[in-house]
């Protein structure tokens, strides 16, 4: 098994090493699978007001950085959450 049940999987966003990032909107966890298949869990929101839901990388233009995820909240006043992975997305 990939990543666990019960998974809301509303994305999947490569970087440039990769990876499969895996944002589950449902349990508030971003997940990272590796070209070997290992899943784990990569980042866990606690604050109860950040999540992964869709996602993208960044252009590197008006201070969107190539190395983050960026993940819409349409739920929380249509915010947008940053998550710094440090790896551009695949094909930047």
């Given at each position: 098994?990939?990543?666990?049940?019960g998974?809301?999987?509303?994305?999947?966003?490569?970087?440039?090493?990769?990876?499969?990032?895996?944002?589950?909107?449902?349990?508030?966890?971003?997940?990272?699978?590796?070209?070997?298949g290992?899943?784990?869990l990569?980042?866990?929101?606690?604050d109860?007001?950040?999540?992964?839901?869709?996602?993208?990388?960044?252009?590197?233009?008006?201070?969107?950085?190539?190395?983050?995820?960026?993940?819409?909240?349409?739920?929380?006043n249509?915010?947008?959450?940053?998550?710094?992975?440090?790896?551009?997305?695949?094909?930047?």
């Amino acid at each position: 098994r990939v990543v666990p049940d019960g998974m809301w999987l509303d994305a999947l966003v490569v970087d440039a090493c990769g990876n499969f990032y895996l944002p589950n909107s449902g349990t508030a966890s971003l997940y990272r699978l590796s070209p070997d298949g290992r899943s784990r869990l990569y980042h866990h929101w606690d604050d109860g007001q950040k999540y992964g839901h869709g996602g993208d990388w960044g252009v590197a233009a008006g201070g969107w950085r190539t190395d983050a995820i960026y993940m819409p909240q349409p739920y929380d006043n249509k915010t947008v959450v940053e998550m710094v992975v440090g790896i551009p997305g695949a094909g930047r």
